[in-house]
């Protein structure tokens, strides 16, 4: 988006703004509670913010260990640009001379892999194929909106597949987007742009990735971004048979067998296996050239068949908080952006399901058309024209970007009575408050909205609103009374 453009639009924001950058001494914020895992390059921590008492999960990455911190610097660029309700939200980055710091939500629950293992080992037994298609549902969904955003995982295995909470029915999250990549799309000819077909030239080299789980053109160093898909047959494949389709007593007799690409079905396991699931999987672990596409695999009629969308979830969802919405002032949104950032799963876990239930496309985004059949759906009786439709999807996408994302559909439908209280706020306040004075002003905001094309009317037509004393900053005062005072117009909104 160009500047002219930016100007037209005026202030957008996404939940991108809303990852704090910090310096300084981490521990004097966040308290380390508990190692969690550590590599070659970095630990995983359970950390405690001390002044909200909230929990998270840290990963310290430490420079000396590292040859080229840029590399990292782009698993921070990737995590804070995916908005998706199966991929692990990255809420604040702390910077020194010693170490990154990236805290992100907490997952109470085990690793895929772990449970995998503990049901074989207390049960002796797998995933049944309905739990399977479950869980692998969501893994393709995230993998399918990474690949939409141009960006190629390139280390999915069960070990990245984290339980939001200690509940088999939680949904999952993909972690560790430290090997991802952004898709370079290098178009042959003039041709392949005009026909959409260059993304079947896009490459990427360097072999990286997780034995058992790694594509056999990713070991030759020339692949795509369809070395997720082989990465999660092998997933599909262990989830219901409770071993791996390539094996070896060393990683070079690994390599050996997925080379060749030779796997069966041949084991007690899979007797009782249907015909489908072995066709998805057949159709993921093969040539590059031949391999399904994440669009393709969740259209499948495995998946379609066990794992339908939800035909009732989306009678949940409260039309007239979206036309609220869509009238509220900037700020106000603004505000509500930074809460659904910072909701746990459980507390979204029904405009969660409505968000799938309305992305039809699967791509993790909502576009006009979803959006209107969705209302459509709730609201046959109304008959909502076009127009009416465009005003609410104008309203809800705060980054102009011409579709709704997962945060900007949160933020527009959740409950504000639940969930605009005074305690949040108070954390919202204080983060607002970038130099500590007690009032939020213009430059605070400037400096969250990181947008240099935003112009001193604009800022000012920002916050207006909360501004009862019209002395250009927002006390805290004011900030409450303002949004208990808006919440009351909107319950009051015919």
Request: net charge negative; with cysteine; hydrophobic share 35%.
């Amino acid at each position: 988006m160009d500047t002219k453009e930016k100007k037209k639009n005026g202030v957008s924001f996404s939940k991108k703004n809303f990852i704090l950058q910090a310096s300084g001494d981490f521990s004097e914020k966040y308290l380390k509670i508990q190692e969690l895992g550590a590599g070659g390059f970095s630990k995983v921590f359970r950390v405690q913010n001390q002044i909200t008492s909230e929990i998270f999960a840290c990963k310290e990455l430490t420079k000396s260990k590292i040859n080229n911190i840029e590399i990292f610097k782009n698993e921070i660029n990737i995590m804070s640009k995916c908005d998706h309700p199966n991929i692990i939200k990255l809420n604040e980055i702390y910077e020194d001379k010693r170490h990154l710091e990236l805290v992100m939500e907490e997952c109470c629950g085990s690793s895929l892999l772990d449970i995998l293992l503990k049901r074989m080992e207390d049960e002796d037994e797998v995933f049944t194929e309905r739990q399977a298609a479950k869980i692998f549902k969501q893994i393709m969904s995230a993998i399918c909106y990474c690949h939409n955003q141009g960006i190629a995982h390139r280390d999915l295995k069960m070990e990245n597949v984290l339980f939001s909470y200690r509940s088999e029915d939680s949904p999952i999250k993909i972690i560790d987007f430290g090997l991802s990549q952004y898709i370079q799309f290098q178009p042959k000819n003039l041709m392949e742009i005009i026909t959409g077909k260059a993304n079947k030239n896009i490459k990427m080299t360097g072999s990286v990735g997780t034995p058992h789980y790694v594509s056999p053109e990713v070991l030759k160093g020339d692949y795509n971004q369809k070395c997720d898909i082989w990465s999660a047959g092998v997933i599909l494949y262990a989830m219901l048979s409770g071993s791996f389709p390539f094996d070896g007593d060393s990683d070079k007799e690994i390599y050996k067998a997925i080379l060749k690409k030779k796997f069966d079905y041949k084991k007690e396991d899979w007797k009782n296996i249907s015909s489908e699931a072995k066709d998805l999987i057949n159709n993921m672990l093969c040539d590059e050239d031949k391999r399904y596409t994440a669009e393709q695999v969740l259209n499948h009629p495995w998946l379609v068949k066990l794992v339908p969308n939800s035909k009732s979830a989306i009678s949940k969802l409260n039309i007239k908080q979206l036309e609220n919405y869509k009238n509220s002032c900037n700020f106000k949104k603004f505000i509500l952006t930074y809460l659904a950032t910072r909701l746990k799963e459980k507390e979204i876990k029904e405009l969660r399901d409505i968000f799938h239930e309305m992305d039809i496309n699967k791509d993790g985004t909502l576009n006009v058309e979803e959006i209107k059949n969705g209302l459509i759906k709730i609201n046959a009786e109304k008959n909502m024209n076009n127009d009416e439709i465009d005003l609410i999807f104008k309203g809800i996408d705060t980054n102009n970007s011409k579709k709704i994302e997962y945060t900007e559909f949160i933020s527009a439908a959740l409950e504000q009575n639940k969930f605009v209280k005074e305690e949040k706020l108070i954390n919202l306040f204080k983060m607002l408050d970038k130099d500590g004075t007690g009032k939020i002003s213009k430059d605070d905001i400037k400096k969250i909205l990181n947008n240099e094309d935003i112009d001193e009317e604009e800022l000012k037509q920002f916050i207006i609103k909360f501004d009862l004393n019209e002395d250009g900053e927002i006390d805290y005062y004011e900030f409450i009374t303002c949004m208990d005072n808006i919440n009351k117009d909107d319950n009051n909104h015919p």
